[in-house]
């Protein structure tokens, strides 16, 4: 009675000790994921909702280190993430210092440069006038200390008696009264100016799922937790001088530590990819020798590198705390849990299929005929079954699980399964490897082993696209080499 297109072909079904065993169907199984892609998507279809993800780190007074690193690539790679579900994405605030506009080049950040202008004046002076009319702010009075007179406060805001009236959960029980300043009141046109465009551009988008029905975005504070009581002064700031809809549906993404191990010094963020670089390249040549030290691989260590950062920031739930061991080189090999694993197996698939294209070309093999002609029933390795099952089948349900912002039950912290896309790919890599050396794909150019062979490289073409899928949320390239 099964039926649907999630659904797999049932064999049979067979009551045992353990429970109800469920047989499928294996070659309809592989023909279904594996066959004539569906048609095209309808046109006109509604965006899935808008989010202004906001990432405070990028405001910090001094150089980038390691523990800003984190919010900002988490926020990175759920913009991606939910662009592949079609919600329209802001990031905030833009970059304006080029030391950290070069860090985050050089880990492939996709973030908007600065476009300040009388805009963001105007939207400042309107700010003012609403603090000047807030019945929870009081004027400047001269007895706070000269160490607040440099900060060029504006004036002091009650932020307690905000929370205590509006019954607000969540919140610090810390938090008493905020001297506003310029700085802050900078930040709040920031995020104020995003959101405006944000629904400006988007009239016609859906709730995202998750929040409360007829907001039309959601904005999303991605902190670490050293910055979160700071983050949470200025998300009741904005309540109190823009008590509309949309500063409702504030919500705090916040990360856990990061702890570095063997510091000699304090450590920047670009410190810290030079080090990891410098371990990537010894590593590299290690292993390959002086081909490692070809010009034509700055760019695969360079890759590499980001990999490895990335999967050591992303992998573990952002809540946790996570621990960098600087002197630990084990980050650049090829060990099962990092990135750069991840990259060396989608390396080995391109290498596959641009070793079979010269065979081709060569007149050793012949081209690989369309999906509708293969012969699934070749595929009888355990191996196959698991690649198709484990990791075709569910790939764009963890896609869309790792994109979800569920509402929390109270409160303002949220949480969300960033960590799931680096996991899968990692389990996915090693699969594949465990297959890809135990199974000769490209065998002789026998024409009786031509079936099995097409239907292995159609389902290693697949393979490949949720490689590069996968990978392209956390905007890493593929790798033709390595």
């Known amino acids: 009675s099964l039926r649907g297109p999630g659904v797999l072909p049932v064999r049979g079904c067979q009551e045992t000790p353990a429970g109800l065993a469920v047989q499928l169907r294996r070659p309809e199984a592989f023909r279904r994921l594996l066959g004539p892609p569906p048609g095209p998507a309808p046109a006109g279809a509604q965006p899935a909702g808008w989010v202004l993800l906001h990432c405070p780190a990028l405001r910090g007074p001094s150089a980038l280190r390691p523990h800003h690193l984190r919010p900002l690539l988490l926020a990175d790679h759920l913009a991606q993430l939910l662009r592949t579900q079609g919600v329209g994405v802001c990031l905030v605030p833009a970059l304006t210092e080029e030391g950290t506009r070069k860090v985050l080049q050089q880990l492939h950040v996709d973030w908007p440069s600065s476009s300040a202008g009388s805009a963001l004046h105007d939207t400042i002076s309107?700010?003012?006038?609403?603090?000047?009319?807030?019945?929870?702010?009081?004027?400047?009075?001269?007895?706070?200390?000269?160490?607040?007179l440099l900060e060029d406060v504006i004036c002091k805001v009650h932020l307690k008696s905000f929370v205590e009236q509006q019954g607000l959960v969540g919140y610090d029980p810390n938090l008493d009264v905020l001297l506003v300043t310029e700085g802050?009141?900078?930040?709040?046109?920031?995020?104020?100016?995003?959101?405006l465009q944000g629904v400006v551009s988007n009239p016609?988008?859906?709730?995202?799922?998750?929040f409360p029905d007829g907001s039309c975005c959601s904005i999303v504070h991605v902190v670490n937790c050293e910055d979160e009581f700071q983050q949470q002064q200025?998300?009741?700031l904005w309540r109190i001088l823009d008590p509309g809809a949309h500063t409702a549906l504030q919500k705090h993404l916040v990360c856990g530590p990061v702890k570095v191990t063997n510091p000699s010094s304090p450590i920047g963020a670009d410190q810290y990819f030079q080090l990891r670089r410098h371990q990537m390249y010894e590593a590299s040549v290690m292993k390959y020798g002086e081909l490692a030290q070809d010009e034509a691989w700055t760019e695969v260590i360079d890759t590499l590198t980001a990999a490895a950062i990335r999967f050591e920031m992303l992998s573990t739930a952002h809540r946790s705390q996570i621990t960098l061991d600087l002197e630990d080189s084990s980050i650049s090999t090829k060990g099962t849990k990092s990135g750069a694993f991840v990259m060396y197996n989608c390396a080995r698939l391109a290498t596959l299929f641009d070793t079979y294209q010269r065979a081709v070309e060569q007149g050793t093999y012949p081209p690989?005929?369309?999906?509708?002609?293969?012969?699934?029933?070749c595929l009888r390795e355990e191996g196959e079954w698991l690649l198709l099952f484990n990791y075709l089948l569910p790939f764009p349900e963890v896609l869309q699980q790792a994109a979800q912002l569920p509402t929390p039950t109270k409160g303002i912290r949220i949480t969300a399964n960033t960590e799931?896309?680096?996991?899968?790919?990692i389990q996915l890599s090693m699969d594949f490897s465990s297959y890809y050396?135990?199974?000769?794909?490209?065998?002789?150019?026998?024409?009786?082993?031509?079936?099995?062979?097409?239907?292995?490289?159609?389902?290693?073409?697949?393979?490949?696209?949720?490689?590069?899928?996968?990978?392209a949320t956390l905007h890493l390239p593929p790798l033709s080499q390595i």
């Open 368 to 377: 690989l005929p369309p999906a509708s002609e293969l012969n699934f029933s």
């Open 420 to 425: 799931a896309v680096c996991k899968f790919l």
């Open 437 to 471: 050396n135990r199974v000769h794909v490209l065998g002789e150019p026998f024409p009786h082993l031509f079936d099995q062979m097409f239907a292995r490289l159609r389902l290693l073409g697949a393979v490949r696209d949720v490689f590069h899928s996968a990978l």
């Open 126 to 148: 309107a700010l003012k006038r609403a603090l000047g009319q807030s019945p929870c702010a009081t004027g400047w009075e001269q007895g706070l200390g000269t160490a607040t």
């Open 184 to 195: 802050k009141l900078q930040s709040l046109a920031e995020l104020q100016q995003a959101l």
């Open 204 to 210: 016609a988008v859906l709730p995202t799922s998750g």
């Open 234 to 236: 200025l998300d009741l």
